[in-house]
């Protein structure tokens, strides 16, 4: 394909966002599996940022801070299953970028209240079961998005593509070489202690695990091991998306961030396979961004962010001006060094299967249940995240002054935020946020949420675009 030279005054934006990847499950961030050859090798172009948060979990409401630069007060966005749009107080990157003169393209997440004001969306199958294994998701995605790239390269204009990745995220179902990657045992083998059994006892996603993983499986490490083939096989395809751009000759007038929307938990916490719960594993997210004109290669970032710096760093970069108000900052001050890090202690929330928030600082995880969760865990939780990193001991008992400490935090930045927005904490508003809720106890919770095969899971996250 013969190249072509930009024209355009204004870069394009290609924003990678990738659903449920871990950030310490890829090898650029010092995993000690291969998982992101290629990543590995893109991240020396860019400046990698080891500190990136997604303070409000799950996906919708987090890429709603993702797309507007707002915090989940500015969105209301806290659900996943979002009652209604996106509030019309706030502007969303693709409407501001199709002011500015804009092409607009959102790969994969059509529907989504926060994906609201794109000229065009473009979907690609993203479920599936063990019944027609493997899933190819990127090469679904990349069937969709390389003729798209084709497309808006040959305008005048310049162009905002998102694509959305699915790979990481259940079921893990990556096609071979890489569902045998980094595990080429025999998982079912009935002398190996059967360490999937708890999972499989989880009755509200027993069935969906067990329309996807595989028949007489007995060890969890498989399912871990799937999920880091579904990232290498990611991994690859992404790697034919900058080919093409190399191809087509606008890599270099083109701004790239790779972000995550929320982590995902594997066998911690008694999550399972899912990205629920506002553990580390969860909250901290990969990113990286490259455009050689303004942004150092090889540089890494080990200040403090979240996703609401995303749009003002995006705008910065493409020289866009805006009148609108944001609760993020730009990353440029991180990487200039006129700021060592952002905010060193915020606000988290979850609303998914569990309604929670809670206050993280550099030391502290303080974690406090809005309504009994699925999981039968305490009300209130507390984690030395310097002692104990995996979050594993619960001290909330033992130290009541910094659970205090931390509760008045919050509470004071909560009435801060309400104060300034005239608005009541969208944590209290979403008292529907999935059937049945709020519960009144743990037990009815558990008897109530419920994930059936792929299909119904499926239909589940389809229930968020009503």
Request: charged share 25%; with cysteine.
């Amino acid at each position: 394909m013969a190249k072509r030279t930009s024209k355009t005054k204004r870069p394009n934006i290609l924003l990678i966002a990738i659903d449920s990847l871990r950030r310490d499950h890829m090898s650029c961030y010092g995993y000690h599996r291969l998982t992101t050859p290629y990543i590995d090798d893109f991240a020396e172009q860019c400046t990698l940022f080891e500190q990136t948060f997604s303070p409000h979990i799950p996906t919708t409401s987090a890429y709603a801070s993702m797309l507007t630069g707002r915090d989940c007060f500015g969105t209301e966005v806290v659900a996943l299953r979002h009652k209604g749009g996106l509030t019309k107080k706030v502007t969303t990157l693709p409407e501001l970028l199709r002011q500015e003169g804009y092409n607009t393209t959102c790969v994969g997440f059509g529907g989504n209240p926060s994906s609201r004001g794109f000229s065009r969306y473009l979907e690609y199958e993203q479920w599936g079961s063990w019944a027609n294994a493997p899933l190819a998701k990127a090469d679904l995605l990349n069937q969709v998005a390389l003729p798209e790239l084709d497309r808006l390269s040959r305008s005048s204009k310049p162009w905002f593509v998102m694509l959305r990745h699915m790979d990481p995220h259940a079921p893990y179902l990556p096609p071979p070489p890489y569902n045998q990657m980094f595990y080429s045992g025999d998982p079912t083998d009935k002398k190996k202690p059967n360490t999937i059994k708890p999972a499989f006892d989880f009755k509200p996603f027993a069935d969906f695990f067990k329309s996807w993983m595989m028949p007489g499986l007995r060890d969890a490490d498989w399912v871990d091991a799937q999920y880091d083939g579904a990232i290498a096989y990611m991994d690859a395809c992404i790697q034919v998306i900058f080919q093409r751009l190399e191809e087509i000759g606008v890599i270099d007038d083109t701004i790239v961030a790779l972000n995550g929307d929320h982590g995902e938990t594997l066998q911690e916490h008694t999550c399972w396979f899912d990205h629920h719960g506002t553990y580390d594993p969860t909250l901290v997210v990969p990113l990286m961004i490259r455009y050689p004109r303004k942004v150092p290669m090889g540089l890494r970032i080990p200040g403090i962010n979240q996703h609401k710096d995303l749009v003002p760093t995006l705008l910065d970069l493409a020289g866009v001006k805006s009148s609108l108000k944001f609760d993020g900052r730009s990353l440029m001050k991180l990487v200039r060094g006129q700021a060592a890090s952002f905010e060193s202690e915020f606000y988290i929330t979850e609303c998914t299967w569990m309604r929670k928030h809670g206050w993280r600082t550099p030391q502290w995880k303080y974690i406090e249940a809005l309504e009994p969760d699925f999981h039968f865990l305490d009300a209130v939780e507390l984690y030395d995240l310097v002692e104990d990193p995996l979050e594993l001991n619960n001290l909330a008992r033992k130290n009541p002054d910094v659970v205090a400490t931390l509760r008045d935090r919050m509470n004071r930045f909560i009435a801060k935020r309400e104060k300034q927005l005239g608005i009541t904490n969208p944590m209290l508003t979403q008292g529907d946020w999935n059937a049945g809720a709020p519960f009144a106890s743990s037990r009815e919770a558990y008897a109530a949420l419920h994930i059936g095969d792929s299909k119904e899971a499926k239909r589940i996250q389809a229930m968020s675009r009503k």
